[in-house]
């Protein structure tokens, strides 16, 4: 079965540090890539998906995110973190099987605290 | 207004009791989905349906069953709830195909006493 790990559970930076949230996955086939978040109380939102083409995608609010099939990584980034960046980040993979694509596999998340 | 919608957003029930948790949608997509999120386990997949006549099981079924009465709307049922089903459910829908970027509800928490 695929699976998807997150490597850091809880990261703390101060405002305007740069931040990387790694994501490898285990599935050698086709998948796509997502990260989400959820922000304190809400519901997950996207973040920025990877379907194909051009590995670095950029996605809301300032976040890209590359994809290194060699690596079966997709690590998101952001160069200058803000306060309201505090949430919870999950890095999900949809991979696809004779059927067309299957449910999202995430990661346990990371939870993510940007102190002023 | 919201594209997906759960029902009830809140609910404390004892152990045993039968409890319906409620998905409706007007994205219009074919595929719907029922998550549970657990802290530090992040979402797990419980069952998924492609169109009203296509249900499949996900990594975490047993203790649930779900219907899929019509296009729109996805029902998740425990028969007999169990403490450890203590968790944040969420409701997702895709339109499928290529894309298969789901969209979330904005949960329900399911307190079993």
């Known amino acids: 079965a695929q699976s998807v790990s997150q490597h850091n559970h809880h990261v703390i930076l101060s405002e305007a540090a740069s931040l990387e949230l790694g994501c490898n996955y285990s599935y050698g086939g086709t998948v796509n890539l997502f990260w989400y978040v959820q922000y304190p109380g809400q519901h997950l939102q996207l973040l920025l998906k990877?379907?194909?083409?051009?590995?670095l995608v950029k996605g809301i609010k300032g976040f890209e995110a590359e994809f290194i099939k060699s690596k079966f990584s997709f690590n998101l980034r952001k160069p200058s973190v803000q306060w309201s960046d505090t949430a919870e980040y999950f890095c999900?993979?949809?991979?696809?099987?004779?059927?067309?694509?299957?449910?999202?596999?995430f990661g346990k998340g990371t939870h993510l605290i940007i102190q002023p | 207004d919201a594209d997906v919608t759960q029902t009830p957003r809140n609910r404390i029930t004892k152990t045993g009791k039968r409890i319906m948790l409620e998905c409706s949608q007007t994205?219009?997509?074919?595929?719907m989905y029922w998550y549970r999120q657990d802290p530090g386990l992040g979402l797990q997949l419980i069952y998924y349906s492609f169109d009203v006549k296509d249900i499949n099981k996900g990594e975490i079924s047993d203790g649930y069953s779900v219907s899929r009465q019509a296009q729109a709307k996805f029902s998740l049922s425990l028969e007999s709830a169990i403490p450890n089903q203590t968790a944040l459910y969420f409701c997702?829908?895709?339109?499928?195909?290529?894309?298969?970027?789901?969209?979330f509800g904005p949960g329900t928490r399911l307190t079993v006493l």
């Open positions: 999900a993979v949809c991979k696809y099987s004779g059927g067309g694509a299957d449910g999202l596999t």
């Open positions: 994205k219009g997509h074919d595929r």
């Open positions: 997702a829908t895709s339109s499928g195909g290529d894309l298969n970027e789901q969209f």
């Open positions: 990877y379907f194909s083409g051009d590995p």
